[in-house]
């Protein structure tokens, strides 16, 4: 059974930064695609940052320079490292894992389009930015 479990998160100020993970048991991410995605209340869900079994990395624009997604393989957790927050990035943040060996984040978006609950998803963890 697969389950992963988020940690991290939290309110910052404006220019902060924090760092969320998501341990993974019953899988492995690196022969996998993995992902970070966020849902603003009121907003759809959309991608932040992808990691192939590759270890191939893509982002979304409004993040770019800013977050950094990495992978531990001998702790089998994924990371999103995000730096100068802004409130436009208050979100639930989620990670999810796919079965596959290669898909940027913009694969992994349509796909999510067609089947929302595909993969393997964390439970979420918020995010708030606000002075």
């Known amino acids: 059974q697969v389950e992963l479990v988020q940690s991290g998160g939290g309110s910052v100020r404006p220019g902060g930064s924090l760092t969320l993970s998501c341990a993974a048991s019953?899988?492995?991410?690196?022969?996998?695609?993995s992902a970070w995605f966020r849902q603003a209340p009121g907003k759809q869900r959309e991608g932040v940052a992808a990691?192939?079994?590759?270890?191939?990395?893509s982002y979304a624009d409004f993040v770019k320079g800013r977050f950094t997604i990495s992978l531990d393989n001998a702790k089998n957790t994924l990371y999103l490292e995000m730096n100068n927050l802004n409130p436009e990035d208050t979100a639930m943040y989620y990670c999810?894992?796919?079965?596959?060996?290669?898909?940027?984040?913009?694969?992994?978006?349509?796909?999510?389009?067609?089947?929302?609950?595909?993969?393997?998803w964390g439970q979420g963890t918020q995010v708030t930015v606000s002075s």
């Open positions: 019953g899988v492995t991410f690196n022969s996998r695609c």
């Open positions: 999810v894992t796919i079965p596959g060996r290669a898909a940027t984040l913009a694969t992994m978006e349509g796909i999510f389009r067609g089947v929302p609950n595909f993969g393997d």
């Open positions: 990691i192939d079994s590759t270890g191939s990395i």
